[in-house]
């Protein structure tokens, strides 16, 4: 991770569908998600998987899905530091922001290695970045930054108590929102979770600065709770929404 300057390294997982080694023509879109110990298997995982080779195969297998390639990248023990793009102080403790470096790893390091190693669609129409509670912030914000790299944001049970709503308005005042006409954001969270307070704030903060409503897919339910199971169910409509595909 050549952005930081204490030679911090990174384990990535790279995921390819089935048909990937059959037909060696076809392009991919890819999917990058954080957290990637927990992605694919309950080995690796801090509580269970999200299943996402599962889901997507299954989507392939019901003609719903195409295929993409989904690139996990390790979490670390700064975690919440790499997840966040403004420092903040909580349980009594300072982490001091590194989003902006970790985005730039994504967009200056990890995406140009996958191009150019992979088979892969590499415009932004074809490209996604999904996370969820600290991951769904530095979705949030990586993929508002770089409309030019991202064009799909999966951001589910984000927490945006690490991103409060003056941090967030400075954020937009940064943004060209005539850039963003391309971009679709998906929000969800949870009643059982305080997060949902922050789903429609957000959507109506979006669309005040010019997000085009239609863009932005909004889901608050009432009976998940703040992990991966949650996460695995929700993330099939999730994807399907994104690449506008009838769900």
């Known amino acids: 991770m050549p952005q930081f300057d204490d030679e911090r390294t990174r384990t990535i997982r790279a995921w390819m569908p089935k048909d990937y080694d059959d037909n060696l023509t076809k392009l991919y879109p ?5 957290d990637g110990q927990n992605l694919f298997d309950n ?3 801090y509580l269970v998987e999200w299943e996402i080779d599962e889901s997507i195969t299954r989507l392939i297998d019901e003609n719903k899905f195409d295929g993409a390639i989904v690139v996990g990248i390790d979490n670390s023990n700064r975690r919440i530091n790499e ?8 349980e009594e403790r300072l982490y001091e922001a590194e989003g902006d470096l970790y985005g730039r790893f994504l967009v200056e390091t990890l995406k140009p290695y996958i191009d150019s190693h ?3 669609k590499k415009d932004c129409k074809n490209t996604m970045i999904v996370g969820s509670s600290l991951g769904g912030v530095i979705s949030f914000y990586i993929g508002l930054k770089y409309p030019e790299v991202f064009s799909k944001i999966g951001a589910l049970s984000t927490a945006f108590h690490f991103f409060e709503s003056q941090e967030r308005e400075i954020f937009y005042q940064s943004l060209n929102f005539e850039n963003l006409s391309n971009t679709k954001l998906y929000l969800d969270a949870s009643t059982r979770e305080d997060l949902w307070i922050y789903v429609e704030q957000v959507k109506g903060e979006l669309k005040h600065k010019g997000l085009r ?15 991966e199971i949650a996460w695995c169910e929700r993330f099939p409509f999730m994807l399907l929404w994104l690449f506008e595909i009838d769900v």
């Not at 997840?83 to 909580?90: A, E, M």
């Not at 409503?213 to 992990?227: A, F, G, K, M, Q």
């Open 30 to 34: 890819v999917i990058y998600m954080h």
């Open 43 to 45: 080995k690796t995982s």
């Open 83 to 90: 997840y966040i793009p403004k420092s903040v102080t909580y």
């Open 118 to 120: 992979y088979r892969t």
């Open 213 to 227: 409503p239609e863009n932005i897919y909004t889901l608050v339910n009432s009976y998940h709770n703040h992990d």
